[in-house]
């Protein structure tokens, strides 16, 4: 593994697991220390999917709690993000509600971790994400072939390495969750924790933003920063431009959703095209005047 802070692609390939078909080890690369960064794919498509795992992030966040997808649309596009990056780009996905149903379709299909808003108690969703002898989740009779997509490392089966790969991330998104949160995160089994800044901003009566300086916001960051360390776990969420980058490590973010795709398109063709026309407008214009 290199010296730097941020993962090249030879400490991504770290943490793909021994088959493609079963999930990478995001417990690992969260403990390793190293800056995670990760794009969101918000556009439920397997064509944008299969572009953005080409794209060399550590990792793609599907948020199926404010997207419209569909289970097999949802399913489809994880494989789809394992496959195109070989393993080497993780899918995090953000479970829409919380049902025992919803965390046992995700972990055998190769999500690598599961985030949810935690309203209900942590034993709960811990038995339901993970297999026996930690949880109680039922194996997947259809997702496994014997001697061909089961290799596992000796002394391992498909089930205690999911159980060891797989990261369980609460999703702390309100005032209550923060005053909870040490409460929250005490299980071994959770890995790190997600701040939601909008809605957590939107709970404290502060205006909708990614990031701020209001007292009641910086108290709240900064008891998400005391917990997580700690705990001794990073914290994930937006970490959008060099500044706010810069402040999310210093709070303790190593899991960092730095870009999405609907911003990307939008912005990158509202920069391409004002750059154009800008372009176009400046020679045409020296052009008339004689000034080339």
């Known amino acids: 593994m290199s010296n730097q802070f941020t993962q090249d692609a030879n400490d991504q390939k770290k943490w793909i697991a021994p088959t493609l078909t079963q999930p990478a080890n995001l417990q690992g690369a969260l403990k390793s220390g190293k800056l995670l960064f990760g794009v969101a794919l918000t556009y439920p498509s397997r064509h944008v999917a299969k572009s953005l795992a080409m794209t060399g992030a550590d990792w793609c966040w599907l948020d199926a709690e404010h997207i419209a997808w569909t289970q097999t649309l949802l399913v489809e596009c994880i494989q789809i ?15 829409p509600s919380s049902t025992a149903y919803d965390y046992m379709m995700l972990v055998p299909l190769g999500s690598s971790s599961l985030t949810w808003n935690p309203r209900e108690e942590m034993k709960k969703v811990i038995g339901a994400c993970r297999f026996p002898p930690i949880g109680h989740r039922s194996y997947p009779p259809f997702t496994f072939i014997p001697g061909l997509n089961d290799h596992t490392p000796e002394g391992e089966t498909v ?23 040490a409460e929250i995160v005490a299980h071994e089994e959770v890995s790190a924790f997600m701040i939601g800044p909008g809605d957590l901003r939107l709970d404290l009566g502060l205006p909708q933003n990614l990031d701020g300086d209001e007292p009641t916001f910086t108290a709240a960051m900064e008891t998400a920063s005391k917990v997580a360390k700690e705990r001794g776990i990073p914290i994930a969420g937006f970490a959008v431009g060099p500044e706010m ?7 303790g973010f190593r899991l960092l959703l730095g870009t999405m795709d609907l911003y990307a398109i939008i912005f990158g063709v509202m920069t391409d095209i004002g750059t154009g026309k800008a372009v176009g407008e400046a020679h045409l214009q020296a052009k008339a005047s004689g000034t080339v």
């Not at 993000?81 to 479970?95: A, N």
């Open 81 to 95: 993000i394992i496959h195109e990056s070989g393993g080497k780009m993780i899918p995090i996905v953000r479970v």
């Open 159 to 181: 089930f205690s390495l999911a159980n060891k790969h797989v990261a369980i991330i609460p999703q702390i998104e309100s005032g209550v969750g923060i005053k909870n949160l």
């Open 245 to 251: 980058t810069k402040r999310r490590i210093d709070q």
